[in-house]
């Protein structure tokens, strides 16, 4: 794009405008017979030329509906649509004010069988619980992702990691024709799946199994996005392919086929890359880019890359996908992947340790490189004996195998900057992981009122083995020098079996209030055994065992819950309360250290969530609920773990069950005919008996770590949500987002006997914006501020204060035709890290693509990390340290790539056109 295109885009708005003129239709719509409002009502108006959108509104509770718009339009069509009825059409001449007084709606007597109508495209449909946007009348550049159309919907924004939220509330699951496409991960979706093959976009909060089969809402908790597939294009298959390579040997190649026959998918995907990408994406800009910070943007739970989490990492992967349905008799889809990735990771720590009396300094410099490989599969089978009766089984399984080689140099220094100690450590590790779980349903409904009950049945089995050689040497300096040495082979084998039966029954007393009875049994068995060997210099062999560092105890946690709850389910009232009460039993033998513990505790847990619906999109959630968390194995296990020498950490058998209290509010409403929407939330949780540290520091900086239950911890969260949509006729439309958010919490813990309390209030505001202007130019910018407080109860400590920021531009050209122009900009800083740490940079991504082959090929070259300053710093502080990190980021690259897309439904290739579509 040359200097003169952005100035001429403005022009050709400038232009447009001045021709254009604001108008407003009001009225009310009601049935024609009973004269009843009819709230939900969808009105638009397109152009009568060639059908475009012009802009649409919602109806009110009592009606009545406000059309705004602004157009050089003379005259329009304006469209009338509410589910059961007939679409009315009314050709209007456009005005800045027209009255309509009372529009009427007739019932739509019979639905005309092997009659399609064509052309009639309601923008948006509120159903009872789920609001479906029609996916044609979004426009978006031809061959856009699924990503790219969620962005225009009003109220769902998309983040530049690909995380969506509707209305602040996150998208868990994106199912297509109902079901799972390769994972639940949204993102497998939104980066692969083309727009031109959509039909619906359906929203609706996310159900668990039971929620589905017997129609309940969902909890309000999370999100869910259904993706139903033309009828035209659900007969046939798509495919992409791409291939990329840069400097510094960076590559990167994907493949993605789908084949629908209705009802039936299957599908395959491939990949492998070196620059830390999911390996699925087919964005023909922004795709082929590492991730920012070091790690990956991308599916850690799809099964499509492995890692560390951190660093850089080469990743290949193939799976494939198959999925059918027969409506009212089954269900089924399943997924395999094949995954291998191999990882290196150097860090830099810095660390600033808080005692009573005193502080000293840690630095550590770390080199990590490991490789994994893994087998995944899944499946899902839901079966319908009869309309009353289903059955469901979900089972899974992985085989991990794992290598790491851990090299790690630290010291400590006093407050003068003396040196204390050192330690030098090298650590080799092999293991093989193996999983495998299953949940059995069966759910039958008694009655139509509501009466049903369900029987559950889950199981999870693990087993984990690994071999590790430990190395280390660690000196004590000053008057009390020292040196001790380790060279250990640790040979640990870990099995949990884990089975839970749940039983549940509801009894309803009238078609609102019900009962529900449920009984719950929880089986948790683990083996856990180390065996530590010495190496001993005239055996050149480990042969000396380390009786006290090795273990060989099993550990049972068994819980028997039964609970009584009451529920409400009104038109507008929503509300539930359950209490349960349980009983725990954990027991623990060791064999190896000839000890053993059991204990027996009893707990009242409730838990109760409220739903009022204000309005039809104005609704009010709360929620409490208590929970108990019962401390791990290595919390309990009072058995050395020397891993660091520098920090020894012990269990504590006497250890007792935290229990957490958990609050949250979320209150969201969202406004379609004004496009606006607010959400506000918040929520604390306050643990009581919380597993907590307890560190003891010597003379010399060793530090010994036990744990016990401590009282005082809290965290807390809140912040807002206002968002506006603007749109003006066919030429721009525009999205502004603010959102402030704040946390806080305090940690409490024991040092040298003494108390510490670390209270921590965060205040976070962001605001962006989202600008594009006829499909020609699109740009992002985004700003976000944090404040960070955190401050100690003890004396001479000063409060930590720092403050990061965050600001982001991404631009985005398809002027002139075939040509796409993007340029993504972030800057970062970092307050107050330490000496030696960057502070900020300037992160710039660009990338120039030619779309060739009428459209189905597009040319790219790929500038990565321009300005060569990506960097992986963070701070972080605790109940009594400070500490900086940085860490490996992909460094800057240049590539060149090339990808082809092919698809043919219904025996037939696409001629290129889109058809009608609408603009918005």
């Known amino acids: 794009m040359n200097n003169s295109a952005i100035p001429f885009c403005f022009l050709i708005l400038f232009f447009s405008f001045s021709n254009a003129q604001d108008f407003i239709i009001k009225g009310k719509v009601v049935d024609a017979f009973s004269k009843t409002p009819l709230e939900a009502t969808t009105v638009y108006a397109e152009s009568i030329k060639d059908s475009t959108l012009i802009t649409y509104s919602i109806s009110e509770g009592d009606g009545s509906f406000e059309l705004e718009g602004k157009t050089n339009l003379k005259e329009a069509n304006v469209f009338f649509s509410y589910n059961g009825y007939k679409t009315l059409v009314m050709k209007i001449n456009i005005k800045p004010s027209i009255d309509l007084a009372t529009v009427q709606m007739e019932e739509q007597a019979q639905e005309l069988k092997g009659v399609q109508v064509l052309g009639e495209r309601v923008p948006i449909t509120i159903k009872k619980d789920t609001l479906e946007f029609n996916a044609d009348s979004f426009s978006v550049r031809p061959d856009a992702t699924v990503e790219e159309i969620l962005k225009k919907l009003p109220g ?18 994106i199912l297509v024709d109902g079901q799972v496409f390769f994972s639940k991960d949204p993102k497998v979706v939104t980066k692969s799946l083309p727009k031109e093959v959509i039909d619906k976009i359906q929203i609706s909060e996310t159900k668990t199994k039971k929620q589905q089969f017997t129609g309940e809402d969902g909890e309000g908790e999370n999100m869910s996005i259904n993706l139903t597939i033309k009828k035209d294009k659900n007969k046939g298959y798509l495919g992409r392919i791409a291939a990329g390579y840069g400097t510094d040997e960076r590559y990167q190649t994907n493949g993605l086929v789908n084949y629908f026959n209705n009802k039936e998918r299957i599908s395959f995907i491939a990949s492998s890359n070196n620059i830390n ?16 910070r070091g790690g990956y943007s991308g599916a850690r739970e799809s099964g499509l890359i492995n890692n560390y989490g951190s660093g850089i990492t080469t990743s290949s992967n193939v799976g494939g996908s198959y999925a059918n349905a027969k409506k009212g008799e089954y269900e089924i889809d399943g997924n395999y992947f094949f995954a291998y990735s191999d990882n290196y990771n150097n860090q830099k720590t810095s660390r600033e340790n808080i005692l009573p009396d005193r502080r000293y300094f840690s630095d550590s410099e770390s080199s990590f490189k490991g490789t994994t490989n893994s087998n995944r599969g899944g499946a899902n089978i839901e079966y319908d004996i009869d309309e009353t009766l289903r059955i469901s089984i979900e089972p899974s399984m992985s085989v991990n195998r794992t290598t790491s080689k851990n ?3 630290a010291t400590s220094t006093d407050a003068d900057g003396e040196l204390i100690n050192s330690n030098e450590r090298t650590s080799d590790d092999d293991g093989f992981q193996r999983n495998f779980s299953n949940q059995f349903n069966i759910m039958k409904k008694l009655d139509t009122l509501g009466r049903f009950v369900s029987f559950s049945f889950s199981n999870t089995n693990t087993e984990n083995k690994n071999i590790s050689n430990l190395v280390s040497n660690r000196q004590v300096f000053g008057d009390d020098p020292s040196e001790e040495n380790l060279d250990q082979l640790s040979n640990v084998d870990n099995k949990r079996d884990s089975y839970d039966l749940e039983v549940s029954y509801r009894q309803p007393l009238n078609e609102v209030v019900a009962f529900d009875f449920e009984y719950e049994y929880s089986h948790d068995n683990r083996d856990n055994r180390k065996e530590v060997m010495d190496y001993e210099e005239g055996t050149n062999r480990y042969t000396a065992f380390n009786e006290a560092l090795s273990s060989d105890f099993n550990f049972k946690n068994v819980q028997q819950t039964p609970s009584v709850g009451l529920r409400i389910n009104g038109e507008k009232l929503n509300f539930n309360v359950r209490a349960s009460y349980r009983f725990t039993n954990l027991d623990n033998q060791d064999f190896q250290q000839n000890s053993s513990f059991s204990k027996d505790y009893e707990n009242l847990l409730f838990s109760s969530r409220l739903r009022y619906s204000i309005g039809k999109n104005n609704r009010l959630y709360a929620r409490y609920r208590t929970s108990l968390d019962v401390p791990s194995v290595n919390q309990l296990q009072p058995v050395p773990n020397v891993n660091n020498p520098l920090n020894i950490v012990i269990g504590n058998p006497n250890l007792s069950l ?236 240049f590539m060149a790539s090339f990808t082809y897309k092919f698809d043919q439904f219904g025996g037939k290739k696409p001629n290129g056109g889109r058809g009608r579509s609408y603009r918005m």
Do not use: C
Request: net charge neutral; aromatic share 14%.
């Open 658 to 893: 935290g229990i957490e209290h958990n609050i949250s509010f979320n209150y969201n409403n969202f406004n379609w005919k004004e496009r606006t929407g607010i959400y506000v939330y918040s929520g604390v949780e306050f643990q009581k008996n919380r597993v907590s540290a307890i560190s003891t520091t010597d003379e010399n900086f060793l530090r010994t770590t036990r744990f016990t239950n401590i009282d005082g911890n809290y965290s807390g969260y809140g912040g807002a949500g206002y968002s506006k949509q603007i749109k003006k006729d066919s030429t721009f439309t525009a999205k502004f987002n603010i959102r402030p958010s704040l946390s806080f919490g305090q940690q409490v813990s024991f040092t040298n006997g003494v108390e510490l309390r670390a209270k921590r209030f965060d205040v976070s505001p962001r605001i962006s914006t989202t600008f594009n202007f006829k499909e020609l130019l699109e740009i992002e910018p985004g700003y976000g501020i944090s404040f960070n407080n955190t401050r100690y109860n003890l004396e001479g400590i000063e409060d930590i204060k720092f403050t990061s920021q965050n600001a982001n531009l991404r631009m985005t050209s398809y002027w002139p035709k075939n040509l796409i122009w993007g340029n993504d900009l972030r800057y970062s800083y970092n307050g107050n890290v330490g000496p030696g740490f960057r502070k900020d940079a300037l992160f710039w991504n660009m990338s120039l693509g030619l779309q060739v082959l009428e459209q189905k090929g597009t040319i790219k070259v790929l500038a990565y990390d321009l300005l060569d300053q990506n960097i992986n710093t963070r701070r972080t502080t605790g109940e009594d340290f400070i500490q900086d990190y940085q860490g490996t980021v992909l460094q800057q690259y």
């Open 156 to 173: 769902v924004e998309v983040d530049t990691d690909g995380k969506i939220t509707v209305n602040g509330k996150e998208v868990n699951e």
């Open 277 to 292: 990408n999911s390996g699925f994406s087919f964005d023909e800009i922004y795709d082929m880019v590492g991730n920012t």
């Open 407 to 409: 090299i790690n140099n």
